[in-house]
C-alpha cells in the first residue's frame, strides 16, 4: 500500500493538538500565540522533509527518476540521452558563371532561422549553384528540429554575394534535427532496454537500436519483410517532422555501407531521414541481414460524429488522432472503434455523442499507419 504523505494544513493541525494535550490550558491555536506561530514553524520544516524524502523514493528507482538520476539509471543499460541535432540539406541559387558562394556564409530562411554552408560552391553553366547547408546549432543543447525544412521554401543569402542573387530555394530538405530527448522520452527507452535479453540482433533489439537515433520516436520491425534474411525497420519522427505528421522526409532503402559483390549496394540506398537510421543500424545489424529502414504510409480514416458541440470539435478530433497514434502500427493492425469511443468520452463536456462512420472496427493495411481524414460534424 503505497504511503499518504501528511497536507501541510494536516501537520499543521496535528502539531497544534500535539501542543494543546501536552500544556493543559494552552490555547495553541490564538492567531498571534507564541506557541502557534512555532507550531506552523515546525509543521512546515516537516512538510518540506516529507518533500524531500518523496523526492528522494521517485530517484531511487528507475521507472521514477528523473533528470541526471535517470541518466544514470538509463547508463547502467548502455542507454544515454540522444541530443539536440541539426538538419543539412542544400539550396539551390542563380548566379554568374563562375562565381562562388564561400564556406561558412550564412544563409537565412524566412522565420529567421540560420544556416551556414560546408563548402564553398561555384555557379555552372546552367547559372545555377547548389550547395549544402547545416543549421545554425543551439548554442544550450536543447533545440534542432526547427532546422528541419522541405523542399521549395525560400532561403536568403544573409550577405550579398558578388554574382550570386541572394534569393534561393530548398533543392533537397533539410534533414535531421531533433531537439534534445525529453525525460519521458528517455526512460521509455532505458525501460525497453531493461527488458530486453541481450541476446544480439534481435527483431526487438532493432527497434530499440533505431529509437536511439536523434528524432526517432517510434519503430517497428517486420523480420524477412522483403525476403529471406532481410529486416525491415519502419520509423516515424513524430516531434522532428510534425510538419509532415510525424513520418521520415528521405527515401526508403537500406545503409549506404551496405555493400556487395564488386562494392556496389546490396539494395538501393536510402536518404533523408532513413538512411540517418540505416547507417546507425549497420553496425549493429547481424552479418547475415540486410536491413531496409522504410516510412510507413500514411492511411486517412475519415470520421462522420453527431452531437459534439462546436467548441469542443478541435478537442475531440485531437483525441482521435491520438488515439490512432497509440493504437496503430505498419504491422497489419486493427484499431477498435471502442477506443475511439472512449477517446472521445473523456473529452472535458462532451455529454452525448454518435459516431456514424465508420461503424466497426478499422483494419490498417500493413505499411501503413492510420491517420485522422476528413472529419464531418453532423
Not at 51 to 60: E, F, N, P, T
Not at 81 to 110: D, E, L, N, Q
Not at 195 to 203: C, E, I, K, L, R
Not at 246 to 269: Q, Y
Amino acid at each position: 500500500m503505497p504511503f499518504a504523505r501528511p497536507t501541510l494544513a494536516d501537520l499543521r493541525g496535528q502539531v497544534a493538538q500535539d501542543i494543546a494535550a501536552a500544556l493543559p490550558g494552552a490555547d495553541s491555536l490564538l492567531r498571534f500565540s507564541n506557541l502557534g506561530v512555532t507550531g506552523d514553524i515546525l509543521a512546515n520544516l516537516t512538510y518540506l522533509h516529507y518533500g524531500y524524502l518523496d523526492w528522494i523514493s521517485k530517484q531511487a528507482v528507475p521507472w521514477t527518476a528523473t533528470d541526471e538520476y535517470l541518466e544514470g539509471w538509463a547508463a547502467l543499460r548502455g542507454v544515454t540521452r540522444k541530443p539536440a541535432t541539426t538538419a543539412r540539406g542544400a539550396v539551390r541559387f542563380h548566379g554568374t558563371p563562375g562565381k562562388t558562394i564561400s564556406a561558412g556564409s550564412a544563409i537565412v530562411r524566412g522565420d529567421g532561422v540560420v544556416y551556414t554552408t560546408d563548402d564553398a560552391a561555384q555557379v555552372g553553366a546552367d547559372n545555377t549553384v547548389t550547395v549544402q547547408a547545416t543549421a545554425l546549432a543551439d548554442a544550450a543543447g536543447l533545440t534542432g528540429a526547427i532546422g528541419n525544412t522541405a523542399v521549395g521554401v525560400a532561403m536568403t543569402l544573409a550577405h550579398a554575394t558578388d554574382g550570386v542573387q541572394s534569393n534561393g530555394v530548398v533543392v533537397v530538405p533539410f534533414t535531421g534535427g531533433a531537439d534534445l530527448e525529453n525525460n519521458d522520452a528517455l526512460r521509455a527507452r532505458m525501460l525497453a532496454a531493461y527488458s530486453q535479453d541481450g541476446t544480439g540482433a534481435t527483431a526487438s533489439n532493432y527497434a530499440v537500436w533505431a529509437l536511439e537515433v536523434p528524432g526517432c520516436t517510434r519503430a517497428w520491425v517486420v523480420p524477412h519483410g522483403y525476403g529471406a534474411g532481410s529486416v525491415v525497420v519502419y520509423v516515424m519522427y513524430d516531434e522532428a517532422n510534425a510538419a509532415t505528421g510525424g513520418f521520415p522526409v528521405g527515401t526508403d532503402g537500406v545503409s549506404r555501407f551496405e555493400a556487395g559483390p564488386g562494392g556496389l549496394p546490396r539494395a538501393p540506398v536510402a536518404t533523408g531521414d532513413q538512411g540517418t537510421v540505416a547507417d546507425y543500424l549497420y553496425p549493429r545489424e547481424s552479418p547475415t541481414a540486410l536491413v531496409f529502414v522504410v516510412s510507413p504510409l500514411a492511411q486517412p480514416i475519415a470520421f462522420t460524429l453527431a452531437g459534439v458541440p462546436l467548441a469542443l470539435q478541435d478537442a475531440v478530433s485531437a483525441a482521435i488522432a491520438a488515439t490512432l497514434r497509440s493504437e496503430g502500427s505498419p504491422i497489419s493492425s486493427v484499431v477498435a472503434l471502442s477506443d475511439i469511443w472512449r477517446a472521445i468520452a473523456r473529452v472535458p463536456g462532451v455529454r452525448d455523442f454518435l459516431i456514424l462512420s465508420p461503424s466497426a472496427d478499422i483494419p490498417v493495411s500493413a505499411g501503413h499507419l492510420p491517420v485522422l481524414g476528413v472529419v464531418t460534424w453532423a
